[in-house]
């Protein structure tokens, strides 16, 4: 199985934004639909962000308008841009198989985010 490495995260202000990669060697993240999920402390993991393979995308309503998912295919690698961040989207966030996580990816270690005054 692939484990993916996350990264870009931070500590960034109400309003700030921050953009998250998150690479996995082979070519697992071209053949599948990708998502970003998130966990907050004391909270279950939720789907933030997905995107197919050929690009379309699906947003949680909690993040639509300020969140982009995209995917660069030929490096493998899924972006999560965040604009308008606020305190409630302080997590830790991960990339996985969308919609279904964990088909042939393991959780990787995560991208804390941050989001305080």
């Known amino acids: 199985q692939v484990q993916p490495v996350e990264s870009g995260g931070g500590l960034v202000q109400p309003g700030g934004s921050l953009r998250l990669s998150c690479a996995a060697s082979?070519?697992?993240?071209?053949?599948?639909?990708m998502g970003w999920y998130r966990q907050a402390p004391g909270k279950q993991r939720e789907l933030v962000a997905g995107?197919?393979?050929?690009?379309?995308?699906n947003y949680a309503n909690s993040v639509k308008g300020r969140f982009t998912i995209s995917r660069d295919n030929a490096k493998n690698t899924v972006y999560l841009q965040m604009n308008s961040l606020k305190p409630d989207d302080t997590a830790v966030y991960y990339c996985?198989?969308?919609?279904?996580?964990?088909?042939?990816?393991?959780w990787g270690q995560g991208a804390q985010v941050t989001v305080s005054s």
């Open positions: 995107i197919l393979s050929g690009g379309r995308t």
């Open positions: 996985n198989t969308y919609p279904v996580p964990g088909v042939g990816v393991v």
């Open positions: 082979g070519s697992i993240f071209s053949r599948n639909a």
